[in-house]
């Protein structure tokens, strides 16, 4: 995005002027946008989400890395900072441990955090949970930041763990640990907590439209606790459930 028009293979042009529009329809409509940069020099997790093809992940392995996705946040930041649509600048998604280490990450967030504070003090600058890790040293980290946010994103998927789990054991897992967690990371004097992403979606089989529409209550009944909000992933998608908009116009969720 940040070489557009002419990105590195095997991406495609396109996607800053797509970005662009993104702010034009955000102004129109009184909506506020986040810049997420979901893919990062090198892959910050191995998913094809995060810009790889093959499964490696190489960022943060190198200052050179580390400097090179700055110099992107430097990009985007003062693109946006002076459109009022802009809410904030999430640094990077999903960074995955042990491959992206605490260290390399809060080298990154710290000079990310004062690249974007170079061009506003009013958006907020998001830091991701490093996936498959602790996160007690990143939120202290992040109460010493002004304006700062921990993103946390929430699936009963991707994991062996819910495995044959029944209606009830997932909603009782939202209930009970999904809150309890939830609580334990929103502190007083700590950084605002985003649940980010999450989904109406589940191991279950066969299981009924009362079902679904009880599982995606609770949810957003603890979510809506988290103190910068929650975003469902996604808003639209050809996968019913995924799709936030065929969730409410359809009954399975009420906003």
Do not use: C
């Amino acid at each position: 995005m940040a070489s557009d028009p002419n990105p590195p293979k095997p991406f495609v042009g396109g996607s800053l002027q797509a970005l662009d529009s993104a702010f034009t329809w955000a102004g129109k409509y009184n909506v506020k946008v986040i810049v997420d940069l979901h893919a990062a020099p090198g892959s910050q997790n191995g998913n094809e989400h995060s810009g790889t093809r093959d499964g490696s992940q190489e960022w943060g392995k190198t200052d050179a890395n580390i400097d090179q996705t700055v110099a992107v946040i430097d990009f985007l930041t003062a693109r946006y900072a002076q459109n009022p649509s802009l809410l904030a600048i999430e640094l990077i998604n999903e960074p995955r441990a042990p491959g992206v280490t605490l260290d390399s990450l809060e080298k990154y967030y710290q000079a990310g955090y004062h690249t974007v504070r170079k061009y506003t003090s009013g958006a907020y600058v998001i830091m991701s949970n490093r996936l498959s890790a602790d996160s007690t040293e990143l939120l202290q980290f992040a109460s010493g930041f002004q304006g700062s946010v921990i993103d946390t994103h929430y699936y009963n998927l991707f994991s062996n763990q819910f495995n044959g789990w029944t209606v009830q054991h997932n909603i009782d897992f939202i209930n009970n640990d999904r809150s309890n967690d939830l609580a334990t990371i929103t502190r007083s004097n700590g950084p605002l907590i985003f649940v980010g992403e999450w989904v109406a979606e589940w191991e279950v089989t066969g299981a009924t439209k009362e079902d679904y529409q009880r599982f995606a209550q609770a949810q957003l009944n603890v979510y809506g606790r988290a103190t910068f909000g929650w975003a469902y992933w996604t808003l639209k998608n050809v996968n019913n459930h995924w799709s936030l908009e065929w969730m409410i116009q359809n009954g399975y969720i009420t906003l």
